[in-house]
């Protein structure tokens, strides 16, 4: 099973003329996956602000307040960039409003990228002292503070897990009549926010908090699916507990936006470095992913127990620092139980269990699919004297044990790639020898100051499936000579 990777439109960026469209003006780059809006300020046509991210996200202009609202035609100026800008004038309540068409800006990771200067000579907002970028009520905003010492720094924030998040203000001040870049993003780990020029020039971290959580929509908290407002805080009662009556507007953006941009995933910095210096953004593809038993890990406790899984890849095609994303599907469902730097992480999966892991670095994904078997003691044959023995912790409830030398437990797997030997360990116990296919290749000590259960003492891997042997023989430790066998598991 593949996961299906959105395809870059490759745009041809052409010279600017008296007829040049809002694209060919774009002094960015083709956006990677995942991006939801891209506000075409060059193609305004009355109040509706087309989207060109393809997304279908298009926006209506409005303006006043609530109850009394009419539609707004925004007016452009031309930035310093020589691209088309939108005017806000907060005094008059302009904002654009984005409807949450079929749940597309219901996002749970995001980037928000905003390019505009800001005119302070207004103040709209004199109760709580913000010029807000976008909000989507009861899920997350992004805005410029005035309350902090000195002003103007980025604020971005969001309802996770039902809980309003609301205290990262950034450390980099926000120049006044300036173009400048600001880009705030959301992985599920952290939250962090970036400043850069009006150019792309000088991408720079601002801050960055660590921050988990769902982020929430505001149908979950009210049963109103809010608009995406950009321009404004627009909001009707979406706090949790609220009702969803309460309506007004505050924290008026006063200003011009060139360039207004949202993605349903996390760029790194980068990918936000490249997109806004006007380049093709980094689409690289991770090297090829492996999965391997853990050994000396366990298996968890009960009657379905999981198993630990070393998962690896390499860098691929990725930009240096990257940041990787695993997902795993399996029976039908799909987590993503790692996202971050590093070129590996450990997921426990079901004894059973037939998952795809799919990697991927903002662009396509590199995968491996296999299945997982597990089985009892009793699948294996003896030689010597293996009493059965019942204890808390044993895997099914029972094992089999050797004290003698050279007692014996040989298991053969018909097809598979991997094998392991499931046992327990405590101070009574001691070593065995190991043979795979006949051959000797390991001594593997079970001694241990305290009770361990259900330990993957020993794992081999063939780079195809065969029909395999692994058999465990007691070397019988003076003073403490048991060695156990609570089962084995196989991949194939």
Same mark, same amino acid.
């Given at each position: 099973m593949k996961r299906i990777i959105a395809i870059l439109a490759a745009c041809t960026w052409l010279a600017t003329s008296a007829g040049a469209t809002h694209a060919q003006l774009h002094a960015v780059a083709a956006a990677p996956a995942?991006?939801?809006?891209?506000?075409?300020?060059?193609?305004?046509?009355?109040?509706?602000?087309?989207?060109?991210?393809?997304?279908?996200?298009a926006g209506a202009g409005k303006k006043g307040a609530i109850g009394s609202e009419t539609a707004w035609s925004p007016g452009t100026t031309t930035d310093s960039q020589g691209d088309p800008a939108a005017v806000f004038d /907060? $005094?008059?309540?302009?904002? =654009?409003?984005?409807?949450?068409?079929? @749940?597309?800006?219901?996002?749970?990771?995001?980037?928000i990228l905003v390019r505009f200067t800001l005119n302070e000579s207004t103040d709209t907002d004199p109760a709580h002292q913000r010029y807000e970028f976008m909000e989507k009520a009861g899920s997350f905003w992004f805005n410029v503070r005035e309350d902090t010492s000195p002003k103007y720094r980025l604020r971005v924030g969001g309802f996770f897990n039902g809980n309003s998040v609301d205290n990262f203000t950034g450390n980099r001040v926000i120049p006044s009549n300036t173009l400048t870049?600001?880009?705030?993003t959301y992985d599920g780990g952290r939250l962090t926010t970036y400043v850069a020029n009006g150019?792309?020039?000088?991408?720079?971290?601002?801050?960055?908090?660590?921050?988990?959580?769902?982020?929430?929509? /505001? $149908?979950?908290?009210?049963? =109103?699916?809010?608009?995406?407002?950009? @321009?404004?805080k627009h909001r009707k009662g979406h706090a949790p507990g609220g009702s969803g009556t309460n309506e007004d507007l505050e924290a008026f953006f006063n200003g011009t936006m060139s360039r207004f941009l949202v993605f349903n995933t996390a760029l790194t910095q980068s990918q936000i470095s490249t997109l806004i210096a006007g380049s093709a953004p980094p689409a690289g593809t991770p090297g090829p992913v492996q999965a391997a038993f853990v050994r000396k890990s366990a298996m968890s406790t009960g009657a379905t127990p999981t198993v630990p899984y070393r998962v690896s890849w390499t860098q691929g095609t990725c930009a240096a620092g990257a940041t990787y994303r695993l997902m795993v599907t399996n029976g039908?469902?799909?987590s993503t139980p790692f996202t971050g730097t590093a070129l590996s992480t450990t997921v426990n999966l079901p004894v059973g269990a037939?998952?795809?892991?799919?990697?991927?670095?903002?662009?396509?994904?590199?995968?491996?699919?296999?299945s997982s078997a597990g089985f009892q003691e009793g699948s294996a044959t003896y030689t010597g004297s293996w009493p059965s023995t019942t204890f808390a912790g044993a895997w099914g409830g029972t094992a089999k044990y050797a004290t003698a030398a050279s007692a014996s437990s040989t298991f053969a797997c018909a097809s598979c790639n991997?094998?392991?030997?499931?046992?327990?360990?405590?101070?009574?116990?001691?070593?065995?020898?190991?043979?795979?296919?006949?051959?000797?290749?390991?001594?593997?000590?079970?001694?241990?100051?305290?009770?361990?259960?259900?330990?993957?003492?020993?794992?081999?891997?063939?780079?195809?499936?065969?029909?395999?042997?692994?058999?465990?023989?007691?070397?019988?430790?003076?003073?403490?000579?048991?060695?156990?066998?609570?089962?084995?598991?196989?991949?194939?």
């Open positions: 995942g991006n939801i809006i891209d506000l075409g300020f060059g193609g305004i046509s009355g109040s509706t602000v087309p989207d060109e991210s393809g997304s279908g996200n /907060g $005094a008059q309540k302009e904002r =654009i409003e984005i409807p949450d068409r079929a @749940g597309s800006l219901n996002v749970n990771h995001f980037s870049w600001a880009i705030a150019d792309g020039s000088n991408l720079v971290l601002d801050k960055s908090v660590a921050q988990t959580g769902t982020l929430n929509t /505001g $149908a979950t908290i009210t049963g =109103i699916d809010e608009n995406l407002v950009v @321009g404004a039908g469902s799909s037939s998952p795809t892991l799919a990697v991927d670095c903002g662009g396509p994904s590199s995968s491996t699919s296999f991997a094998i392991a030997w499931v046992t327990d360990e405590d101070s009574q116990h001691g070593s065995a020898r190991v043979y795979v296919d006949g051959v000797l290749k390991a001594a593997v000590n079970t001694n241990a100051s305290s009770k361990l259960n259900r330990v993957i003492a020993y794992t081999f891997a063939w780079a195809s499936d065969g029909a395999h042997t692994l058999k465990i023989v007691n070397v019988a430790t003076k003073g403490h000579p048991r060695v156990t066998v609570d089962g084995f598991l196989t991949r194939s």
